[in-house]
């Protein structure tokens, strides 16, 4: 829509924006007009973020995971992702002269002739171990401090989704050297897959390329490995750190805090360098594990043979308790009419993601109990939630009673114990065992919330022994400041919720269907008589320091 | 757009404890919310000297790293990668693997140690609010998106041209099959594949032999000893000239099914009838392949004659027809029926009668 081409163009400046006064303001400039790096930055370079030891959980996790991508970087540049085989001639000795996939063999090149390969290929492992336990951790930490509820239930998932990625990948990982261990665990896939009634022989067909083990699935999972998991696993960390940011991170409460406030310390410089020397904390660490402590030695166990196989074979322990479910459960096949319906394996397929699904619910399912449409931003203490803690609680120990199974061999052995009896412990264990540490957690809670009412009530013991004129002894209690009364005494305590009642204003009976009586219930058991202990009011507190101050 | 105003009926209060129950408010509230404490200030904030002692602290962790950098590229080019090295507590470790090690986790940590040092003691440490913004858009900004979306959807006419909605759903509905059919050559179809194993070519005519896994040799009967555990493969056959052997094409397949755990178990001890017919002379063929999930099973007990997988410890009894008698297995291990040949020499004149291995859905036996 330009005029004439003849004429000059008009000479105005391009921004109205004030001369930059250095180099370093000119460059943000150019970005800023490209980018719109102030808008940004203006929200997030002083952005205050709490502190509190357990918020430094998930950081391990990112940071582990940025490990292992540069580590697993480094190791594609040398492994042969190939069932091809070859005869090994390297220096290793008690290896030479034996047949073995490209895969192996390119591992054992790794661990002895790349200077170095050995250390990376370590860190790769442990990092990947402490990657999962860091999010089982953190994980934990949202769940017993109430940190999913809402706004949060979608980054819940979103970090959900993350723990399950980290199983499979490490899974894959640690079977792509196609070594004795790690064939074997193929090897139970595949028997694992062929269980699934109707499709099982077919996707085990198509996921081997053939019969076991073919030479398309160590390949294959090196696509998935370093492709498809990372590529799913870093947008949904990208996702997950974008909503903790738009969120603003949970504190916990205390003098100050409140829900529509977060109390801390800004990004910049605080925690970019607590949180940027945190990375290199954990980097640390993991590289001094990995040179002083082996992991996965994949040459002691030999090339994989469908025949042959070790003792005490046991997956990463993140797949502990699937080993344990498979284990412990009894043989039980059904055959009839020309099928067989392998239930002994198929049913622990099942309960794997079911164990998993159990824990990745709970937000929505508490979320529908209380009826809650707040925000929460300041955390609960677990012992303020009984019945969440105790239902946690379970669930860490139904977790637990199955990794035993899953390593009934090893404890057997170590332990000088029945495999026999451990495998029946945990076949009732798996029942029992949650339920009694819920209740047992849950009175635990209540025992507790009871402490802070007395300590709010009645003050902190001094140890300060007094007689009276008449005789009596009594230890001196001390007010405590204000500031604990108010950490002590912050917390919500939800009311059950009520039925309505059974006729309406017209005296027409009232339908009140299943799932409202169940929710009821539920809220009962969370917020009623047996699953709070009321805390104490501003009236109990002064009629008792009124009085006589003590006792 | 009072986008920043917080309504109270989003949040919960956090003064709730003093007022939630209904009562009068009180007037001096022992538990009413004080306020941040004040900023206690650290020793390096109003001690100068303190504060440039920090200062030496941190460079000297960097400094330290750059050292450990330093040792990190010596190792690489001085140490040779098979040089073992005795470091107590950890007994022999490779030289090489334990100095870049350690020489990189000293070059990190101390970076990291470093930073964290300086955060601490010299960054402000002093504590401040800021205000949260409700996550939900208030009713105003809802609603204009909401009108702005009718808008939109009106104008493509989306629900008023039933035609154009339907059959854009089926063709999205459809366009997936395309990357499904890419699928089919993944692998073949099952077909009869899991219920025949390498041992089907033996025939009454043309047996095959069974060879012992480790000397690659023909076994006869009295080769074996009462109790004795050995593993087996298939012997020469028409379509195998020198039997079945590891530098064969398909060895791993073809071995993941025809491996054969023998044991020679005295006859009277034998409490299976069929599976005594099935052996010869106290000689059982078992396959070696678990019915659970596919591990070799390896662990034989001679006096009770239970064989155990170390995977998930299925035992079996090899007296009584490979029985389950503890364990996640569902069925027996399948049993070869095996004689001699004209040369006393043991033999297979059939395929199992059962496929080996983890069960599947169209297993019929």
């Known amino acids: 829509m330009s005029s004439s081409p003849s004429t000059t163009p008009p000479a105005t400046p391009a921004s109205t924006r004030a001369k930059p006064a250095n180099k370093g ?78 895969a ?105 390329g053939g019969e076991f083990p073919g030479t398309d699935i160590i390949p294959r999972f090196f696509t998935i490995h370093v492709l498809l ?5 870093l947008g949904l960390l990208v996702a997950h750190l974008i909503l903790v940011f738009y969120h603003k991170h949970t504190q916990w409460g205390g003098p100050g805090k409140t829900e529509k406030n977060v109390v801390g310390m800004p990004l910049m410089p605080v925690y970019m360098a607590k949180a940027g020397g945190f990375f290199f904390l954990v980097f640390g660490i993991i590289a001094a594990m990995s040179a002083i402590a082996s992991v996965n030695p994949v040459w002691a166990y030999g090339p994989y043979r469908p025949d042959q196989v070790s003792t005490d074979a046991q997956p990463d322990w993140y797949m502990g308790f699937a080993e344990g479910l498979i284990r412990v459960m009894p043989g039980w096949e059904v055959r009839a009419w020309g099928h067989t319906l392998n239930l002994g394996v198929f049913i622990p397929l099942m309960l794997f993601p079911l164990v998993l699904a159990l824990i990745a619910a709970y937000p929505f399912i508490e979320g529908w109990i209380i009826g809650d449409k707040r925000e929460h931003h300041i955390l609960d203490r677990p012992r303020n939630v009984p019945v969440r803690t105790g239902l946690g609680a379970a669930w860490i120990t139904l977790y637990v009673v199955l990794l035993i199974g899953g390593g009934n061999d090893l404890i057997a052995t170590h332990f000088h114990l029945s495999l026999n009896d451990i495998t029946y412990f945990v076949r009732v264990g798996s029942f029992v065992l949650p339920i009694a540490v819920f209740y047992i957690t849950k009175r635990w809670c209540l025992g507790l919330q009871r402490r802070d009412k007395e300590k709010v009530l009645h003050g902190r013991e001094t140890g300060v022994i007094k007689r009276l004129p008449h005789g009596e002894f009594i230890e001196v209690h001390a007010q405590l400041p204000q500031a604990t009364l108010h ?56 009629e008792i320091t009124s009085g006589h101050g003590h006792h | 757009m009072s986008h920043d105003n917080i309504s109270d009926d989003k949040l919960p209060d956090a003064h709730a404890a ?86 990189l986790a000293v070059a990190l940590f101390c970076i990291g140690a470093g930073a964290v040092h300086w955060a601490r003691t010299l960054m402000s440490d002093v504590e401040m609010p800021a205000e949260r913004h409700p996550i939900e858009a208030d009713d105003e900004v809802r ?51 899991l219920d025949h194993t390498g041992w089907i070519e033996a025939t009454p005519t043309a047996p095959i032999r069974l060879v012992n896994m480790n000397t690659d040799e023909p076994m006869k009967a ?13 012997g020469p056959s028409a379509s195998r000239p020198n039997g079945l052997q590891d530098s064969d094409e398909d060895f791993q397949q073809a071995i993941a099914k025809d491996a054969l755990m023998l044991v020679r178990i005295q006859p009277q001890d034998l409490k299976d009838e069929k599976s005594s017919a099935l052996g010869f002379e106290g000689v059982l063929a078992y396959s070696k392949i678990c019915t659970h999930v596919g591990c070799p099973i390896s662990l034989y007990e001679q006096q009770t004659h239970h064989a155990l997988c170390p995977c998930h410890q299925s035992t079996f009894d090899l007296s009584d027809g490979a029985r389950v008698i503890f364990g996640p297995a569902g ?12 040369e006393g020499y043991l033999v297979a004149t059939q395929d199992f009668t059962v496929p080996v291995g983890p069960s599947f859905w169209e297993r019929s036996a």
Not at chain 1, 52 to 81: A, N
Not at chain 1, 177 to 197: C, H, K, Q, Y
């Open chain 2, 18 to 103: 003093s007022e939630g129950h209904g009562l009068p408010a009180v007037a001096d509230d022992p538990f009413a919310d004080p306020g941040l404490p004040a900023h206690e200030p650290r020793r390096t904030d109003i001690d100068e000297r303190a504060a440039q002692r920090a200062e030496r602290q941190v460079s000297l962790l960097f400094v330290t790293s750059m050292l450990a950098t330093v040792g990190f590229i010596a190792s690489y080019v001085a140490i040779k990668p098979d040089k073992l090295v005795f470091i107590f507590p950890l007994g022999h470790v490779s030289a090489l693997n334990f100095a870049l090690g350690m020489t």
């Open chain 2, 331 to 342: 069925h027996p291990l399948p049993q070869l029926k095996i004689t001699t040949d004209t």
């Open chain 1, 25 to 102: 303001e000119a460059a943000a400039d150019y970005l800023d007009g490209r980018l719109g790096i102030y808008s940004l930055a203006k929200a997030n370079l002083r952005k205050i973020f709490p502190d509190h030891w357990s918020f430094m959980l998930g950081e391990i996790c990112l940071y582990t995971f940025v490990i292992i991508i540069l580590t697993g970087v480094y190791l594609t540049l040398f492994f042969k992702p190939s069932m091809g085989e070859v005869v090994y001639n390297g220096s290793y000795a008690p290896l030479d002269g034996i047949r073995m996939s490209e």
């Open chain 2, 222 to 234: 009295e080769d074996l000893a009462i109790g004795s555990l050995t593993f087996a493969k298939p």
């Open chain 1, 229 to 233: 998991i990372p590529g799913v696993m």
């Open chain 1, 487 to 542: 950490s002590l005494t912050s917390h919500e305590q939800p009311q059950p919720l009520e039925l309505p009642s059974e006729v309406d204003e017209n005296g027409v009976a009232r339908k009140v269907g299943l799932l409202t009586k169940t929710r009821a219930k539920l809220s009962e058991g969370y917020f009623g008589e047996g699953g709070q202990i009321p805390k104490p009011t501003v009236e109990e507190h002064q």
């Open chain 1, 104 to 208: 192996y063999a390119s591992t054992i090149n790794i661990s002895f002739e790349v200077r170095g390969g050995l250390l990376i290929r370590q860190i790769h492992h442990w990092a990947a171990i402490v990657f999962v336990a860091a999010m089982f951790v953190h994980m934990m930490r949202v769940f017993f401090t109430g940190a999913f509820r809402k706004p949060r239930e979608i980054n819940w998932v979103f970090g959900f989704l993350l723990l399950c990625l980290g199983f499979f990948d490490g899974f894959m990982g640690y079977s792509l050297p196609d070594d004795l261990l790690s064939g074997t665990g193929i090897r139970f896939m595949e028997g694992a897959v062929l269980a699934v009634p109707l499709v099982g022989t077919y996707i085990q067909m198509f996921l081997f």
């Open chain 2, 143 to 193: 609603a204009d998106v909401i009108q702005q979306f009718k808008t939109g959807a009106a104008e493509s006419g989306f629900g008023r041209r039933k035609m154009i909605r339907n059959t854009m759903i089926g063709s999205m509905a459809m366009v997936p099959l395309a990357g499904v059919v890419l699928l089919r050559d993944l692998g073949p179809l099952p077909e009869k594949k």
